[in-house]
Nanobody, 116 residues
């Protein structure tokens, strides 16, 4: 099994920055990819960014050029640097890890609120 603990988030004005962290423990050697999803009130959960063990990254079109995922699965911590935040980025952000033969594990979620 894999355990994920998130930190970061909070309240920021539009144009500001925040950094989220996600620390993984347990069977981290089985993690294939890690990243973040987010869910705003009344909306479906959507992928924000992810990184594979090999270092490949994917971003939602809405955050490209503003958000950066970094870190090393082998070091068991991932970071999501969020710059130029917009009110529409307001959501609960969930760290996830996709584990071979087991599926997804999720963090507890952290609130990001961007005021206009």
């Amino acid at each position: 099994q894999v355990q994920l603990v998130e930190s970061g988030g909070g309240l920021v004005q539009a144009g500001g920055s925040l950094r989220l962290s996600c620390a993984a423990s347990g069977r981290i050697d089985s993690i294939i990819s890690m990243g973040w999803y987010r869910q705003a009130p009344g909306k479906q959960r959507e992928l924000v960014a992810r990184m594979t063990r090999g270092g490949s990254t994917d971003y939602a079109d809405s955050v490209k050029g503003r958000f950066t995922i970094s870190g090393d699965i082998a070091k068991n911590t991932k970071y999501l640097q969020m710059n130029s935040l917009k009110p529409e980025d307001t959501a609960v952000y969930y760290c996830y890890a996709f584990v071979a033969a087991q599926g997804d594990y999720w963090g507890q979620g952290t609130q990001v609120t961007v005021s206009s």
